[in-house]
C-alpha cells in the first residue's frame, strides 16, 4: 500500500517567490538571468497594451542568431583554436538536441568554459575520464556526470590531463552530437562561427515570434509590496504564477459550467484588460539578449501607463544537463525549469523561479 501511495503521488515540484527593487545594490535580477544559461522560450505580457513600440519590436526581432551543426565531434569543443576563437572571446553556449537527458548522452558548454557530458555508464566508462554519479539515477549508478574546464585546459596543452582527454574525444570513445550553438561576443564579424564550421552541416538560425493581442484579459489585482496577498485587496504570488501560466496556454479563466477542457478561473480581486500584448520567441536565447529585454521592459513605464505590470517569462531546455549554475537537472516527468519576473510600474518586482523533480531548489 505504501508503494501504491507513493506511485500515486504527483513528483515534487518547487516555486521559490521573492521581491525586490530594479534599483536596489543587492538586488539578484542580473545575477539570476546571466547563470540560467540554455533557454528556449522567452514571453512577455502586457496588459491595457495593443501593440509594441518600436523600439520593443526591433529588439524582439535581434534575438538571435543561433545555429545548429549536425553530426559535430566532441573534441572540436577542446582545440585551442576552438578555445581561442569562441569561449575566450565573448560568451559561448551550446547543446546537444534531439537527445533525451535520462536517455541517451547529453553535452552543455557554459559561457564561463565548463564543458559538461551527462553519459550513460557504458559509454562514460568507455571514455576512460574521470566524473562521478549522477544525483537522479537511482540506487544503481547508470549516468554519470563528467565536467571538464575548457579554460584550465587551455592553460597548458601539453599537460597530461588535455593529452588523455583529447585522446578519449579523438581515439577511444569518439563521440558526435547535433548542436546548438549561441554566441555572445563584440567586435567579431557574425559569419566568423558559419565559416568556422564551413566543413560540418552548419546552419543559422533566428528565434520564432509569435506576437498576438489577447482580448478582455481578466487579470488579478497585485500588491508589489506582498507576495502573500491581501484577503480581498490583492492575489498572492502562487494564484498569479497560475493564472499566468492558464493564459500562456490560452486557457478560457471563466469555469463556464459548460466547458469540459478547464475549470480554472481568473483569482479574485481581479481586474479586465481591455487588450492585452502576448508576445513568444522561440529559439536559443542567450541570457544577455534577455537581460536587454528585462532592461527595456523596465523602461516601458517611464511614461505614464494604464497597465500596473509587465511580466517576463523565461524557460530552459528541458533536456538540458544544468539548470541554473552548475546545477544538475534531470528530467523526471516534466524537465522543467523556468522563471518569472513581475515588474511593476514602480520598479519593484517579483521574481518566481520553479523547478521539477530532478533539481536543487533555484538559487
Given at each position: 500500500m505504501a508503494t501504491l501511495r507513493r506511485l500515486q503521488e504527483a513528483p515534487r515540484h518547487l516555486l521559490v517567490c521573492e521581491k525586490s527593487n530594479f534599483g536596489h545594490d543587492k538586488s539578484r535580477h542580473?545575477?539570476?538571468?546571466?547563470?540560467?544559461?540554455?533557454?528556449?522560450?522567452?514571453?512577455?505580457?502586457?496588459?491595457?497594451?495593443?501593440?509594441?513600440?518600436?523600439?520593443?519590436k526591433d529588439l524582439v526581432m535581434e534575438m538571435g542568431p543561433y545555429y545548429s551543426v549536425k553530426k559535430l565531434p566532441l573534441h572540436e569543443l577542446i582545440t585551442h583554436e576552438f578555445i581561442n576563437t569562441f569561449v575566450k572571446k565573448g560568451s559561448l553556449s551550446a547543446l546537444t538536441y534531439n537527445t533525451s537527458i535520462d536517455e541517451d548522452n547529453t553535452v552543455a558548454l557554459l559561457p564561463n568554459g565548463k564543458l559538461i557530458l551527462s553519459l550513460d555508464k557504458d559509454t562514460y566508462e568507455e571514455t576512460g575520464?574521470?566524473?562521478?554519479?549522477?544525483?537522479?539515477?537511482g540506487r544503481k549508478s547508470m549516468?554519470?556526470?563528467?565536467?571538464?574546464?575548457?579554460?584550465?585546459?587551455s592553460l597548458n596543452l601539453d599537460s597530461k590531463k588535455y593529452r588523455r582527454i583529447s585522446w578519449s574525444f579523438k581515439e577511444k570513445?569518439?563521440?558526435?552530437?547535433?548542436?546548438?550553438?549561441?554566441?555572445?561576443?563584440?567586435?567579431?564579424?557574425?559569419?566568423?562561427?558559419?565559416?568556422?564550421?564551413s566543413k560540418y552541416q552548419i546552419r543559422e538560425h533566428q528565434p520564432k515570434v509569435a506576437l498576438s493581442t489577447v482580448r478582455d484579459l481578466q487579470c488579478p489585482v497585485l500588491q508589489s509590496s506582498s507576495l502573500a496577498g491581501e484577503p480581498e485587496e490583492a492575489c498572492n504570488a502562487l494564484e498569479f504564477f497560475d493564472w499566468l501560466g492558464a493564459v500562456f496556454c490560452n486557457a478560457d479563466l471563466n469555469n463556464e459550467p459548460h466547458n469540459f477542457i478547464s475549470t480554472y478561473c481568473c483569482p479574485q480581486p481581479n481586474t479586465v484588460a481591455a487588450q492585452a500584448c502576448l508576445c513568444?520567441?522561440?529559439?536559443?536565447?542567450?541570457?544577455?539578449?534577455?537581460?536587454?529585454?528585462?532592461?527595456?521592459?523596465?523602461?516601458?513605464?517611464d511614461e505614464p501607463k494604464l497597465a500596473p505590470w509587465v511580466t517576463l517569462t523565461v524557460q530552459g531546455f528541458a533536456d538540458s544537463p544544468v539548470a541554473w549554475r552548475e546545477k544538475e537537472h534531470g528530467f523526471h516527468?516534466?524537465?522543467?525549469?523556468?522563471?518569472?519576473?513581475?515588474?511593476?510600474?514602480?520598479?519593484?518586482?517579483?521574481?518566481?523561479?520553479?523547478?521539477?523533480?530532478n533539481d536543487d531548489c533555484p538559487p
Open positions: 542580473k545575477h539570476l538571468v546571466e547563470t540560467h544559461y540554455h533557454n528556449y522560450r522567452v514571453s512577455f505580457l502586457i496588459p491595457e497594451c495593443g501593440l509594441l513600440s518600436k523600439k520593443l575520464l574521470q566524473g562521478h554519479p549522477s544525483r537522479y539515477s549516468r554519470f556526470i563528467i565536467s571538464i574546464d575548457l579554460m584550465d585546459l570513445k569518439p563521440l558526435k552530437f547535433d548542436f546548438l550553438l549561441a554566441w555572445h561576443h563584440t567586435g567579431t564579424e557574425e559569419s566568423t562561427m558559419m565559416s568556422y564550421f513568444t520567441i522561440t529559439g536559443f536565447v542567450l541570457p544577455e539578449k534577455i537581460l536587454v529585454l528585462l532592461e527595456q521592459l523596465c523602461h516601458y513605464f516527468k516534466g524537465g522543467e525549469h523556468l522563471y518569472n519576473f513581475v515588474v511593476f510600474n514602480n520598479q519593484d518586482y517579483w521574481l518566481q523561479m520553479a523547478v521539477g523533480a
